[in-house]
């Protein structure tokens, strides 16, 4: 019987990941935490939207690619739908124009899935071209915002998210 | 007159030029509003961030345009990175070669590009100098017992 190591392989790639991704603590009570995921390639916007987020008292998870990304929802395929159940994301911000998954890539893939996608999406972008804007609004994201990101605009979409649909 | 305010008014002169001359645009203000008692270096630590990634970004222009076949497309992308980056910390003079520099990778205009590149750099080199220069002047600000009157 082995009683040491009870963790399973999926818990080992969730902390591994945790930890290189970065998870902040908001200021909100423990259960009640504004979680958002963070997708962007860039070291300098990753640095940038985590502040946006904690300085909003949001408990915020940042991933490099939309690769990351599903792997940290468990949507990548891998056999490990055990142990994702408490994971609680209120939002995702992803960017729009990344290397290998774009975020309208990573739009419909969230939106493909069962589990999350009742979760608002809100794409990013530096350019603002209407027939993207459209695309990304038919494919189900909450919202399309023009970076660079303002702490005006993660506080207007909080209070969205947190007041609109009635909960 | 005390050092101290002496030291603050010559920080004000300093960013309100940078400002004057475009150098820094309203996104820089932004940066400021996320920096406080918890977080006190965080412009220095995302405009550092910014440093490495445009010399690198600007090592990857420099080598593409040296190729015999150039691939525009990578350009293209790496201009976009920059472009990005350099307007997250409100660096806008870089920010609006980018603009310039995108049109002639689409027209694949050779010379175009390579005007392009040249001018980036040296506005990149630029905005390096003077931001440093301005974050010397808050450590003395800092080191002479006085606080960063921000916005200014």
């Known amino acids: 019987m082995f009683s040491g190591d009870m963790a399973t392989a999926d818990e080992i790639l969730r902390r591994s990941l945790t930890d290189e991704v970065g998870v902040s603590k908001g200021s909100v009570s423990g259960s009640e935490e504004f979680h958002v995921l963070a997708v962007d390639d860039s070291f300098v916007d990753r640095k940038v939207i985590e502040r946006l987020l904690k300085i909003s008292s949001c408990k915020v998870t940042v991933v490099e690619s939309g690769s990351r990304a599903l792997q940290y929802l468990g949507l990548d395929g891998e056999k490990s739908s055990v142990g994702f159940n408490d994971l609680k994301i209120n939002l995702i911000m992803t960017d729009y124009s990344m290397p290998g998954m774009t975020g309208y890539e990573l739009l419909k893939k969230i939106k493909e899935s069962s589990a999350f996608r009742e979760i608002p999406v809100v794409i990013m972008s530096s350019e603002n071209i209407l027939t993207r804007i459209d695309r990304c609004l038919e494919e189900g994201a909450e919202e399309y915002i023009i970076k660079p990101v303002k702490l005006s605009d993660v506080k207007r979409i909080k209070d969205v998210i947190m007041g609109g649909d009635g909960k | ?152």
């Not at chain 2, 820094?24 to 910014?50: G, K, Y």
């Not at chain 2, 600007?58 to 920059?82: F, T």
């Not at chain 2, 520099?101 to 689409?106: D, S």
Request: some cysteine.
């Open chain 2, 1 to 152: 007159m005390d050092s101290v305010v002496l030291l603050q008014r010559q920080l004000v002169d300093y960013t309100a030029q940078l400002f004057n001359e475009g150098f820094l645009d309203d996104q820089f203000n932004q940066l400021q509003q996320l920096q406080d008692e918890s977080n006190p270096d965080f412009v220095v630590e995302v405009v550092t961030l910014f440093f490495e990634d445009s010399e690198r970004l600007l090592n990857e222009l420099a080598k593409a345009l040296e190729q015999q076949s150039i691939d525009y497309r990578k350009i293209d992308a790496h201009v976009h990175q920059l472009k990005g980056s350099s307007s997250s910390i409100g660096a806008q003079r870089v920010q609006k070669v980018c603009i310039a520099f995108r049109n002639y990778c689409e027209e694949r205009n050779i010379e175009g590009c390579q005007k392009c590149l040249q001018q980036v750099k040296n506005e990149y080199s630029l905005v390096k100098t003077k931001l440093e220069t301005l974050f010397k002047l808050e450590q003395q600000v800092l080191a002479a017992g006085g606080s960063i009157p921000w916005p200014m």
